[in-house]
């Protein structure tokens, strides 16, 4: 059975950084694209960012130069770094697997706030 766990979510200052993980079991995670995607209250889920099988990285331009998608193939997990938080990156995360049907985590809660 697959499964999508996310973790590493938190309360930080702008300008601080987190670092999410999502961790797969019952697939390995080199074998589909794996996207990061978050959701703030009372806004439709956007898409962050996104690794290919290959390992290349794609964001969305409001997080360039800021976050970074790697991948740890020996863990099996994908990970989000996260610097130079702004508030309007807060929302819930959630980690997607690209299978034919398509697979998702519970999310992790990121809250940037003075």
């Known amino acids: 059975q697959v499964q999508l766990v996310e973790s590493g979510g938190g309360l930080v200052q702008p300008g601080e950084s987190l670092r999410l993980s999502c961790a797969v079991s019952?697939?390995?995670?080199?074998?589909?694209?794996m996207s990061w995607y978050r959701q703030a209250p009372g806004k439709q889920r956007e898409w962050v960012a996104r690794?290919?099988?290959?390992?290349?990285?794609m964001y969305v331009d409001s997080v360039k130069g800021r976050f970074t998608i790697s991948r740890d193939n020996a863990q099996n997990t994908v990970y989000l770094q996260m610097n130079s938080l702004k508030p309007e990156d807060t929302g819930v995360y959630y980690c997607k697997m690209h299978s034919s049907l398509p697979r998702w985590g519970q999310g992790t809660q990121v809250t940037v706030s003075s």
């Open positions: 690794i290919s099988r290959d390992g290349s990285p």
């Open positions: 019952g697939f390995s995670v080199t074998m589909l694209d």
